[in-house]
């Protein structure tokens, strides 16, 4: 609806949430699936990621099936025309886990992000922020409507923040 150029940074919240653990990179909750988009990304660009992510997204939270499930994973990717061997050449590839850590540590701190999902605007110069955190997420024009607000909003020097709270279900 508008046109938007998405570069993806990987940002892990496993890696900020560890307190005293120690992040599984190899068969870990998330961790994993970052270094396979990594290596995505190295192969196929961000337009795959941005596939890939939607596959994972629906997988985790329409199906409500495990991405620390090989197969889970393997699935998203021959849904979106990939080779399933990327999950396993990703995981032995050590230069996936260095990149990703490398990439999170940077939008930590030149970015300011905390959270997922961080929108930074202007081809990663400009404002960013966390959110917009939205369900169900509108379609066509009120898509466009709710982007070209929110751009504007994010523009504003003294925006910061804007939340509220979400309605429990009813059982």
Do not use: C
């Amino acid at each position: 609806m508008r046109p938007v150029e998405v570069q993806w940074r990987f940002f892990s919240l496993e890696e900020v949430n560890k307190g005293d653990k120690t992040v599984d990179w190899e068969a870990g909750r998330s961790a994993p699936v970052l270094r396979v988009l990594a290596l995505v990304r190295r192969q196929h660009g961000h337009d795959a990621v941005d596939r890939l992510y939607d596959a994972l997204g629906q997988a985790r939270f329409v199906r409500n099936e495990e991405l620390s499930n090989p197969a889970v994973v393997e699935e998203a990717l021959a849904s979106v025309g990939l080779d399933r061997g990327l999950r396993a050449a990703a995981l032995a590839d050590a230069s996936t886990r260095e990149e990703v850590l490398r990439e999170h540590y940077g939008v930590v701190e030149h970015m300011e992000a905390f959270g997922v999902p961080t929108l930074v605007l202007d081809g990663g110069q400009g404002p960013g922020i966390f959110g917009p955190v939205i369900n169900p997420v509108p379609r066509g024009e009120e898509a466009g409507q709710l982007w070209d607000h929110l751009a504007w909003l994010m523009r504003q020097p003294g925006f910061y923040e804007i939340k509220r709270t979400r309605p429990q279900p009813r059982h």
